[in-house]
């Protein structure tokens, strides 16, 4: 089973960037659906945004035009690029794999 490892996270400015990398442990290649989701205190975890193996991405309105997802099979990572983050995108961002496979996170904190 593939393991996930986020890294990126850390503390930025309302407006700032962020990029969120997720190394994955073996070959991502057959790996049909990856992304991120987040989780902020208190709430549930929301869905960021989605890749499918052929490269078509999906993301909520909350972060459409401000996020965007890509992979890259021959090194095993996904990496979400975060721009014009707001104090609202403060969150644990969690990369995943279809089939249910989760990593441990990463802490994004947006002030204002």
């Known amino acids: 089973q593939v393991q996930l490892e986020e890294s990126g996270g850390g503390l930025v400015q309302a407006g700032g960037s962020l990029r969120l990398s997720c190394a994955a442990s073996?070959?991502?290649?057959?790996?049909?659906?990856m992304g991120w989701y987040r989780q902020a205190p208190g709430k549930q975890r929301e869905w960021v945004a989605t890749i499918t193996s052929s490269g078509n991405t999906h993301y909520p309105d909350s972060v459409k035009g401000r996020f965007t997802i890509s992979r890259d099979n021959a090194k095993n990572t996904v990496v979400l690029q975060m721009n014009s983050l707001k104090p609202e995108d403060t969150a644990v961002y969690y990369c995943?794999?279809?089939?249910?496979?989760w990593g441990q996170g990463t802490q994004v904190t947006v002030s204002s």
């Open positions: 995943t794999a279809f089939g249910g496979i």
């Open positions: 073996r070959s991502i290649s057959s790996i049909s659906l």
